[in-house]
């Protein structure tokens, strides 16, 4: 599924629901995406599309399609957010997350091998079950692929980016793919499209 930004996720996981499908997340995402209406400083639906999906937010968006939460937050692992020190705003966001969900941030990944990473992380999460894989493509560094809605310095490089992905996307346990957050109008002339499918056909590949 290609979607603007990660709310595509609640409907994902509502249409699961009404499918008779639990699934976990494999969360690949600069952020956290854990804000509410009050904490977020955009007040944009897409920081904080996370915490839906686990319960945490207002009638009528929470329980969408029965009791919440849509995914527990048991079954998430959130990919390549940016580190806590590199903003206040990013350590405000961090700081919401419940401690069930099990994270690691873009230079720990690169530091220990998206590789390493990539695989660990599918053979726990398939472990417990079927899982979907989200793709913000801004987990990627904002010098690499500037096409974003907010580009950042502190993100994985394409090929941490690919190596990371690769095992979850050819997990057994693997029910569908979103791909979210590329900005075309920040790319007139087509270059950074093109790293990001060559990317995709990489990591899908």
Same mark, same amino acid.
């Given at each position: 599924?290609?979607?603007?930004?990660?709310?595509?996720?609640?409907?994902?996981?509502?249409?699961?629901?009404?499918?008779?499908?639990?699934?976990?997340?494999?969360?690949?995402?600069? *952020?956290?995406?854990?804000?509410?209406? *009050?904490?977020?400083?955009?007040?944009?639906?897409?920081? &904080?599309?996370?915490?839906?999906?686990?319960? *945490?937010?207002?009638?009528?968006?929470?329980?969408?399609?029965?009791?919440?939460?849509?995914?527990?937050?048991?079954?998430? &692992?959130?990919?390549?957010?940016?580190?806590?020190?590199?903003?206040?705003?990013?350590?405000?966001?961090?700081?919401?997350?419940?401690?069930?969900?099990?994270?690691?941030?873009?230079?720990?990944?690169?530091?220990?091998?998206?590789?390493? @990473?990539?695989?660990?992380?599918?053979?726990?999460?398939?472990?417990?079950?079927?899982?979907?894989?989200?793709?913000?493509?801004? @987990?990627?560094?904002?010098?690499?692929?500037?096409?974003?809605?907010?580009?950042?310095?502190?993100?994985?490089?394409?090929?941490?980016?690919?190596?990371?992905?690769?095992?979850?996307?050819?997990?057994?346990?693997?029910?569908?793919?979103?791909?979210?957050?590329?900005?075309?109008?920040?790319?007139?002339?087509?270059? *950074?499209?093109?790293?990001?499918?060559?990317?995709?056909?990489?990591?899908?590949?």
């Amino acid at each position: 599924m290609l979607g603007g930004d990660c709310c595509l996720l609640l409907g994902v996981f509502a249409g699961l629901r009404q499918a008779g499908r639990a699934a976990g997340l494999w969360f690949v995402d600069g *952020h956290a995406d854990f804000y509410d209406g *009050h904490s977020s400083p955009t007040g944009e639906a897409t920081d &904080m599309e996370l915490a839906m999906l686990t319960g *945490h937010g207002p009638p009528g968006l929470v329980d969408l399609v029965g009791t919440p939460p849509l995914v527990v937050a048991e079954r998430v &692992m959130i990919l390549g957010h940016r580190r806590a020190e590199d903003d206040e705003d990013i350590a405000e966001e961090l700081g919401y997350l419940p401690a069930a969900i099990e994270r690691l941030d873009a230079r720990s990944i690169e530091e220990r091998g998206p590789g390493r @990473v990539g695989r660990d992380c599918e053979a726990r999460l398939a472990a417990s079950g079927p899982a979907w894989l989200h793709l913000d493509l801004d @987990v990627v560094d904002g010098e690499a692929l500037p096409a974003l809605t907010y580009p950042k310095p502190g993100g994985l490089s394409w090929g941490g980016f690919i190596e990371l992905v690769r095992p979850s996307a050819a997990s057994a346990a693997l029910v569908g793919l979103s791909v979210a957050d590329f900005e075309p109008d920040r790319d007139p002339e087509g270059v *950074h499209a093109v790293q990001v499918v060559e990317a995709l056909a990489n990591a899908l590949g």
